[in-house]
């Protein structure tokens, strides 16, 4: 009898694709757990009557600054990983979206170069770069990366590839697709980084080279640096996971939120809140929110791995989207995906400490691009975006029909406009920006219309 025997045949049927296109038993057995948890009821679900607010928490402010040995030392056996697995669809990019200009002349991907070679420079730590790519960021992203020649490990690699696995249909068959069979996998989202990590022989080298921490974030985030205080931390604390979180504000709403269920830390994301659940948005019930800047011990990671093929154990996340992203009459699929934060609820003794908003700078739309393209943040010579305002950074809201694309937002504002007294900037409508215009307090501006050079608003 098969091992899918006891799942119905369209799971099956999804395995069986998944193994024939050369899957690795550790992603299988991950893929049979998520096609289990589908099948379970309110599957995927965390009801906010079953949670719980979580109390205080540690905090990065209150960790002492290890001395030059210690931060030479725990930073030395940390690796550095970016999720690059991004092309920027949703801002109408064709490429890595890590690529995307932020200042002049530099990207994402350069802005994390200079800062690993600056830390490394200041602690003389090893302090590996390693990027987790899809198959479309791969090449770009390492071409880029040749222009910084001392970030090249003798034994890591640069990178690792993400895994990918079946569409599903709502009847729980693999999707099929003819016209563009590319377009029948997706991946498993980025809680697919602990079995790409070992199924692809990094964990295993990294652990052969003394590495014993992985800090992980997401490439478009660029606060997200190492910091000796937090792998100091968790090498003295022994602490085998852990999620830096920030306190929630108004624009946290959507984002994924800590939580208490049944004494245990579980995390939360909009995908999993049943209809009619009001609760999520409550940022002042959920004051916790994840960043996807994320520690983890490696050595715990194998000895979990090694007992359960499929570890650590995530909740699922149902995502209902069609088979061709770009064509809403296309076949309706489910995408079976896990967060990697979510490990926080599963791995016995992990933690989460709050951060400073100068970690959490993600830039998700236009609307951020225009806030770090803009002198609300300097970037100093190693790779910190230093911030110009005075409390919190300025919150942009650009019409979406006008600004949403990339070539749109470029055409519209060739040139950021000052920002760094700005409270608020709205656009509504279609106005073009000259060169060295101001904003300062909030501003609502309504087009069609053009703002002169040297405008003060």
């Known amino acids: ?98 690529l995307l200009e932020i200042k002049p002349g530099k990207t994402f991907l350069d802005v994390i170069a200079m800062q690993v070679l600056s830390i490394r420079e200041k602690y003389h ?120 979180t920030v306190l929630g504000t108004a624009a946290d709403r959507k984002g994924g939120h800590l939580a208490r269920r049944a004494g245990r830390i579980v995390l939360r994301e909009s995908a999993q809140v049943p209809d009619g659940d009001d609760s999520f948005g409550d940022v002042g019930k959920w004051r916790f929110y994840n960043t996807n800047n994320i520690w983890i011990d490696l050595e715990r990671l194998k000895v979990l791995q090694d007992a359960d093929p499929a570890a650590p154990q995530l909740p699922l996340i149902v995502n209902r989207k069609t088979v061709d992203p770009a064509d809403a009459a296309s076949t309706p699929v489910i995408q079976l995906e896990t967060a990697m934060g979510a490990a926080i609820g599963s791995v016995e003794g992990a933690r989460a400490i709050e951060i400073p908003r100068t970690r959490f700078a993600p830039v998700k739309t236009t609307d951020d691009l225009l806030v770090v393209r803009s002198d609300a943040y300097v970037l100093d010579e190693s790779g910190e975006m230093i911030p110009e305002f005075t409390t919190t950074p300025p919150v942009v809201s650009l019409s979406k029909e006008f600004y949403k694309l990339l070539p749109d937002f470029d055409a519209r504002i060739p040139s950021a406009p000052s920002l760094k007294e700005c409270t608020s900037l709205a656009v509504d409508g279609d106005v073009t920006f000259g060169k060295n215009v101001v904003v300062r307090g909030d501003v609502k501006i309504t087009g069609p219309k053009t703002v002169p050079d040297g405008e003060i608003l």
């Open 1 to 98: 009898m098969s091992s899918d025997a006891h799942l119905s045949d369209q799971f099956a049927e999804t395995l069986s694709k998944m193994r024939s296109a050369g899957a690795h038993a550790m992603e299988l057995a991950a893929l049979r757990r998520r096609l289990e948890q589908l099948s379970e009821p309110g599957a995927g679900q965390l009801p906010g009557d079953e949670l719980e607010p979580l109390e205080d928490i540690s905090k990065l402010v209150d960790l002492p600054e290890p001395d030059a040995e210690e931060g030479r030392h725990v930073l030395d056996r940390t690796a550095v990983l970016k999720l690059n697995g991004g092309l920027g669809t949703s801002m109408g990019l064709t490429g890595p979206k890590s």
């Open 125 to 244: 730590a090893r302090l590996p770069l390693i990027l987790m790519n899809s198959a479309g960021t791969r090449e770009p992203s390492l071409e880029l990366l040749k222009k910084y020649p001392d970030l090249a490990d003798d034994v890591i690699p640069a990178d690792f590839l993400q895994g990918r696995e079946p569409k599903i249909t709502a009847d729980g068959r693999p999707a099929e697709w003819p016209s563009n069979p590319e377009l029948e996998w997706c991946p498993p989202g980025h809680g697919d980084i602990y079995i790409a990590l070992a199924v692809s022989g990094m964990l295993e080298t990294l652990l052969a080279e003394g590495i014993r921490w992985c800090f992980v974030s997401n490439a478009d985030n660029l606060g997200a640096l190492p910091d000796a205080r937090i792998a100091a931390w968790m090498a003295k604390e022994s602490i085998p996971f852990a999620m830096e």
